[in-house]
């Protein structure tokens, strides 16, 4: 599993709580548990326990659709640009 960032992006590093950067590139990648004791997914630099919640990487996914009634691009897709985040399986 590959993470493919355009830019470079914050993240946590679960095993000592700090924030690091993981710089803009293709990253191979693994799911596990969340390293911080909570219920939930991470996506994690392989290896590491180096990444975030799969829904925060998930979210900068192309196509996403924005839903937010209260905006003029509602129901839209949107265009992350240097944002766009890439889940390749």
Do not use: C
């Not at 909570?38 to 996506?43: C, E, F, G, L, M």
């Not at 990444?51 to 509602?74: C, F, I, K, M």
């Amino acid at each position: 599993m590959y993470l493919v960032l355009k830019r470079d992006w914050e993240a946590i590093d679960g095993s000592t709580g700090k924030r690091v950067t993981i710089p803009q590139g293709r990253h191979e990648v693994e799911r596990v548990s969340n390293p911080l004791g909570y219920d939930s997914v991470w996506i994690v630099l392989k290896g590491t326990a180096i990444g975030a919640t799969e829904g925060s990487w998930r979210q900068w996914e192309p196509g996403q659709v924005l839903d937010n009634p209260d905006h003029s691009n509602h129901g839209k897709v949107i265009d992350w640009a240097e944002f766009e985040v890439i889940i390749e399986k």
